[in-house]
């Protein structure tokens, strides 16, 4: 079973220890960061499922700003976790986009509900797309599960191997850009990131691909893209 990833934005080394120990106790797979541009880059590419950030950080940008940035590429949902508890701050947190916040110090039992409480409510949310599974030659895409199937037998992909596969798919037979790529499934600020998308792609072929080194499904189009092929879509 897939552990939902959270992604710690604090400052203090000690209070996101203590969260890691929370979180990892209580089943999730947790990330940290201690600057905020370190949590937008984060955010971007491992594309958790949510995120707990302080206010009050160290380095050029604050919690609000970290927000705005993300909330320009993403709706992962964010949990502000903060010393701060003025009405002033807690409005304000929520004017930036939050789900919710959470004024220091917390209590852990607290906290998980309201963790748990804004997952529940995120993943109910029914899938975009009114096809319930997509096939690609011997592929079934599950849109409501997020599950691959490769000859029936289950592909494990992380959140940002599944969001790239299924970019390409929902564009079969459409050669997509590097670019056009990165900015859909990073962010804008990743589009010259083209060493990072090839990373991907070759970890999707490995996964997806009868023969990865002579790809049938997902094609390199050198110098300016990647297509799916497909004759069912």
Same mark, same amino acid.
């Given at each position: 079973?897939?552990?939902?990833?959270?992604?710690?934005?604090?400052?203090? +080394?000690?209070?996101?220890?203590?969260?890691?120990?929370?979180?990892?106790?209580?089943? !999730?797979?947790?990330?940290?960061? @201690?600057?905020?541009? =370190?949590?937008? %880059?984060?955010?971007?590419?491992?594309?958790?499922?949510? $995120?707990?950030?302080? $206010?009050?950080?160290?380095?050029?940008?604050?919690? !609000?700003?970290?927000?705005?940035? *993300?909330?320009?590429?993403?709706? *992962?949902?964010?949990?502000?976790?903060?010393?701060?508890?003025?009405?002033?701050?807690?409005?304000?947190?929520?004017? #930036? /986009? $939050?789900?919710?916040?959470?004024?220091?110090? !917390?209590?852990? =039992? *607290?906290?998980?509900?309201?963790? %748990?409480?804004?997952?529940?409510?995120?993943?109910? !949310?029914?899938?975009?797309?009114?096809?319930?599974?997509?096939?690609?030659?011997?592929?079934?895409?599950?849109?409501?599960?997020?599950?691959?199937?490769? /000859? /029936? $037998? %289950?592909?494990?992909?992380?959140? +940002?191997?599944?969001?790239?596969?299924?970019?390409?798919?929902? #564009?079969?037979?459409?050669?997509?850009?590097?670019?056009?790529?990165?900015?859909?499934?990073?962010?804008?600020?990743? %589009? @010259?990131?083209?060493?990072?998308?090839?990373?991907?792609? #070759?970890?999707?072929?490995?996964?997806?691909?009868?023969?990865?080194?002579?790809?049938?499904? *997902?094609?390199?189009?050198?110098?300016?893209?990647?297509?799916?092929?497909?004759?069912?879509?």
């Amino acid at each position: 079973m897939v552990k939902d990833r959270i992604l710690i934005c604090d400052s203090e +080394t000690k209070t996101a220890s203590l969260l890691r120990q929370i979180l990892t106790d209580a089943g !999730f797979e947790v990330l940290t960061a @201690n600057k905020g541009d =370190r949590a937008i %880059q984060m955010a971007a590419l491992e594309q958790p499922q949510l $995120i707990l950030v302080e $206010i009050d950080l160290s380095g050029k940008i604050d919690g !609000f700003e970290v927000i705005d940035h *993300i909330r320009e590429f993403s709706d *992962i949902p964010v949990i502000v976790l903060s010393s701060r508890s003025s009405p002033n701050d807690i409005l304000n947190g929520y004017d #930036h /986009g $939050i789900d919710d916040y959470v004024t220091k110090p !917390f209590n852990a =039992r *607290i906290l998980l509900a309201r963790i %748990q409480a804004v997952l529940k409510r995120v993943q109910s !949310f029914p899938a975009l797309r009114t096809e319930s599974e997509i096939s690609v030659d011997d592929l079934v895409i599950n849109l409501q599960r997020r599950e691959v199937l490769k /000859g /029936g $037998i %289950q592909v494990h992909l992380t959140q +940002t191997e599944y969001n790239l596969l299924l970019e390409l798919v929902k #564009h079969s037979n459409q050669v997509l850009l590097h670019e056009q790529l990165l900015s859909a499934v990073w962010g804008d600020q990743f %589009q @010259n990131e083209v060493d990072y998308l090839r990373s991907y792609v #070759h970890i999707l072929r490995r996964k997806l691909e009868c023969n990865p080194a002579q790809p049938r499904i *997902i094609i390199s189009k050198s110098g300016v893209g990647y297509m799916l092929v497909s004759d069912q879509l």
